[in-house]
């Protein structure tokens, strides 16, 4: 199975501040790399699909980047509605795995 | 209007099987355009990953769960079908229905979630 990592596992960041997350795969995965944000009670909701590409409806200050085996998900200015637990998923090849999540509270 | 809805016993008895189904409005679950899985995430922990079933009707499932679970289609009801026998605590988690689309495989609907939860 390929393992995914996440770093930081959490972080607590003010309201426009700019946040970073980084997602590490075992082996490379290419560009098969999605990252979903959760929050407690609610499905989960797909922000960016394929490494870079924003899922329709999600704010533009999303945005994620990378290949092979080193993925970010920025969110360029944090606003109240973002704090949330992030996941990345690889789907390079079964079974799908997804990180460990970083959670990200308000400092 | 959510398109994925959950359904089934929340309580299981550990050794028996979980039963959920998934309720497809937002669509024809015999779409060419989609593929259909299970996610499920126990308290406190990550998502895992359970199995996917395709729109040819191919199963793809976690070997980490291959031995104990089944994922089937019933296109006349609209739903697809999640069983998993010989159940411990460990399965205890919360069950989400999921719709696959595109080249990465993206979940871009998710059922709102069930918690079953496993009694001894």
């Known amino acids: ?107 | 209007q959510l398109p994925l809805q959950e359904s089934g016993p929340r309580l299981v008895k550990a050794s028996e099987t979980l039963s959920l189904t998934c309720t497809v409005s937002g669509g024809s679950i015999s779409s060419s355009s989609h593929s259909w899985g299970w996610i499920r995430q126990p308290p406190g922990k990550g998502l895992e990953w359970i199995g996917t079933l395709s729109y040819s009707g191919s199963t793809f499932y976690n070997p980490s769960l291959k031995s104990r679970v089944t994922i089937s289609v019933d296109t006349s009801k609209n739903q697809f079908s999640l069983k998993l026998n010989s159940v411990t605590a460990a399965d205890t988690a919360v069950y989400y229905c999921a719709r696959i689309f595109g080249d990465s495989y993206q979940v871009d609907f998710w059922g709102q979630g069930t918690l079953v939860t496993v009694s001894s």
């Open chain 1, 1 to 107: 199975d390929i393992q995914m990592t996440q770093s930081p596992s959490s972080l607590s960041a003010s309201v426009r501040d700019r946040v970073t997350i980084t997602c590490r795969a075992s082996q490379t995965i290419v560009n098969y790399l999605n990252w979903y944000q959760h929050k407690p009670g609610k499905a989960p909701k797909l922000l960016i699909y394929g490494a870079s590409s924003l899922q329709s409806g999600v704010p533009s200050r999303f945005s994620g980047s990378g290949s092979g085996t080193d993925f970010i998900l920025t969110i360029s200015s944090l606003q109240p509605d973002d704090f949330a637990t992030y996941y990345c998923q690889q789907t390079y090849s079964t079974p799908f795995t997804f990180g460990p999540g970083t959670k990200v509270d308000i400092k």
